[in-house]
Nanobody, 119 residues
Framework: QVQLEESGGGLVQAGGSLRLSCATS????????VAWYRQAPGKQRELVAG???????NYADSVKGRFTISRENVKNMVYLQMNSLKLEDTAVYYC?????????????WGQGTQVTVSS
């Protein structure tokens, strides 16, 4: 059974930091690309940051220079270090793992963790 469980969300003041963690099980983690998405109220879910199985990273323009994604294959974990948080970073943050096998895409999501940035 595949499970992705996010943790580390909470309430933080603008300018502060949080570190999100995503624990995965039931997948060959090292073969998966993993990513963080977020969804604010009334908005579509958007990609925040991703890291491939080979370690290549990409970020949304809105978080470049403030957020850092990392993975720890030995522990089947992915992290999102969020610094200089802004009010507009408030959202539910989701972890996603994805692997392609030929034309088939296997994608798995966590349940999300709330991040609230206050002024």
């Amino acid at each position: 059974q595949v499970q992705l469980e996010e943790s580390g969300g909470g309430l933080v003041q603008a300018g502060g930091s949080l570190r999100l963690s995503c624990a995965t099980s039931g997948i060959r983690f090292s073969l998966n690309a993993v990513a963080w998405y977020r969804q604010a109220p009334g908005k579509q879910r958007e990609l925040v940051a991703g890291i491939t199985s080979g370690g290549s990273m990409n970020y949304a323009d809105s978080v470049k220079g403030r957020f850092t994604i990392s993975r720890e294959n030995v522990k089947n974990m992915v992290y999102l270090q969020m610094n200089s948080l802004k009010l507009e970073d408030t959202a539910v943050y989701y972890c996603k793992a994805e692997r392609r096998s030929g034309s088939i895409i296997y994608a798995y999501w966590g349940q999300g963790t709330q991040v609230t940035v206050s002024s």
